[in-house]
């Protein structure tokens, strides 16, 4: 089945710290990735879309300038939170997908624990 | 507003019997449905998934039906193994939106051996 990997997959570091997580689908090509957050005990809240080659569209709500997406290749999104606070501490996930009548394939999340 | 709603937040169910998750949902746009397993610390892995065009999908011991009419839809896991233990969201997206999904709050299952 599809392969998406994340790294990394935990992040303990201080406040003000700016942090990239990586997502690389390994065996397709990724045209959408997606990045989500998700608190404890609660569903997975997305972030933004990011298509190869263009900006990434966040959602309400969300900074642009605080998470940096970078969706340079077919296989490789990342996410940097920039100068990241105790505020920032979630589990974040990406998804990639080939086609729009494909299903999302996930990573499996990178813990961030700020400082 | 919550669009997808999965109001049970936890369900055991004895091994060998069948488990139904339920999920509903607000939004009538929403065509493309698709039910999600989730282990702690990691990502959710793709289960099954239905298109509002069809009202039932099976593979192998996962069968997802739908009812459009009552926006609701349900996860059938028959014969239940305790491998099978984990969160399930269900989620939901239409067309024209990037295919975006909206999730549930998932549904703790645990199968008693």
């Known amino acids: 089945g599809a392969v998406v990997s994340q790294h990394p997959s935990r992040v303990i570091c201080k406040s003000g710290t700016s942090v990239k997580i990586e997502c690389r689908s390994l065996?397709?090509?990724?045209?959408?990735m997606f990045w989500y957050r998700q608190f404890p005990k609660q569903s997975l809240m997305l972030m933004a879309t990011s298509n190869e080659g263009s900006k990434a569209t966040y959602e309400q709500g969300v900074e642009k300038d605080k998470f940096l997406i970078n969706h340079a290749s077919l296989t490789l999104s990342t996410l940097t939170v920039t100068s990241a606070h105790p505020e920032d501490s979630s589990f974040y996930i990406c998804?990639?997908?080939?086609?729009?009548?494909?299903?999302?394939?996930f990573g499996d999340g990178t813990r961030l624990s700020i400082l | 507003d919550q669009q997808v709603k999965q109001n049970s937040p936890s369900l055991s169910v004895q091994e060998g019997r069948i488990s139904i998750l339920n999920c509903d949902y607000t939004?009538?746009?929403?065509?493309?449905f698709l039910w999600y397993k989730k282990y702690p610390a990691e990502g959710p892995t793709f289960l099954i998934s239905i298109s509002s065009i069809k009202d039932k999908n099976e593979d192998g011991r996962f069968t997802v039906f739908l009812n459009k009419s009552a926006k609701h839809l349900s996860l059938h896991i028959v014969p239940s193994q305790p491998g099978d233990s984990a969160v399930y969201f269900c989620a939901a997206s239409r067309s024209g939106s990037a295919r975006q999904l909206t999730f549930g709050s998932g549904t703790q299952l645990t199968v008693l051996p």
């Open positions: 939004n009538s746009m929403f065509d493309y």
């Open positions: 065996d397709f090509q990724a045209t959408t």
């Open positions: 998804s990639a997908r080939g086609s729009p009548n494909q299903p999302q394939h």
